[in-house]
């Protein structure tokens, strides 16, 4: 089974996803690719993949698209930097996000834009526990989606802040090939909706983060 998943899934529910597949379907051997939703997109049109998690619906023929629940976006900074900040405060500072074309990367432009702010210096990185170093070595404030950094929150390498802008949530959504001998594809990928949603609906915040400061 060829799975493409993007760094949020990686970083939040593929872990547990995977235990449940090997517990569920024990004959299933795993081929595992982390990709941009742009790559997970192509490889799934070009038969190199049978199922990509990723953010966006895919149009085309002989392909399923499911939607799951929506991961929170938001913005974290190093510890030791100001507390709550308007969405002006922050777009005129470094700025981190992920990779371009990505809905996070989409957000941040579209932030600039509400804002009639010029897109300013913009760091793309594709890694979360890269962007994660870089905000806690004081590179920029990171918009990205928020549960894979709630691990880098728990151990204090970077904090939740507040801005006043509104940020759509980071969609995720299975895509999977569909033919006459996929039943094994179209189950293994009901099993990904269901592991997302449960990671979605179970996830907690952490307590501490800007907004929790003294």
């Not at 899934?9 to 569920?24: A, D, E, I, P």
């Not at 949603?197 to 179970?202: H, K, L, P, R």
Request: proline share 7%; hydrophobic share 45%.
């Amino acid at each position: 089974m060829r799975i493409g998943a993007i760094e949020t899934v990686v970083h939040t529910w593929l872990l547990g996803f995977l235990t449940n597949l090997r517990s569920t379907y024990p004959g299933i051997e795993v081929q595992l690719t982390s990709e941009t939703t742009l790559a997970l997109h192509r490889g799934l049109r070009e038969g190199a993949l049978d199922i990509a998690l990723q953010t966006d619906h895919i149009a085309g023929a002989g392909i399923v698209s499911t939607p799951c629940l929506p991961m929170p976006m938001g913005w974290v900074d190093p510890l030791g930097a100001e507390g709550t900040q308007t969405v002006e405060q922050l777009l005129r500072q470094p700025v981190l996000t992920m990779s371009p074309g990505s809905q996070p990367h989409e957000a941040l432009k579209n932030l600039f834009r509400a804002a009639g702010i010029p897109l300013g210096k913009v760091h793309c990185v594709s890694s979360i526990s890269a962007l994660a170093r870089l905000v806690k070595a004081g590179f920029g404030n990171a918009l990205v989606p928020l549960p894979p950094c709630y691990e880098y929150v728990a151990i204090g390498d970077v904090r939740i802040i507040e801005c006043d802008a509104l940020i759509s949530p980071q969609r995720i959504v299975v895509s999977h090939l569909e033919a006459a001998d996929s039943n094994a594809i179209r189950l293994v990928a009901e099993l990904a909706c269901r592991a997302s949603d449960q990671f979605t609906t179970s996830a907690i915040t952490p307590t501490w983060s800007a907004s929790s400061e003294g």
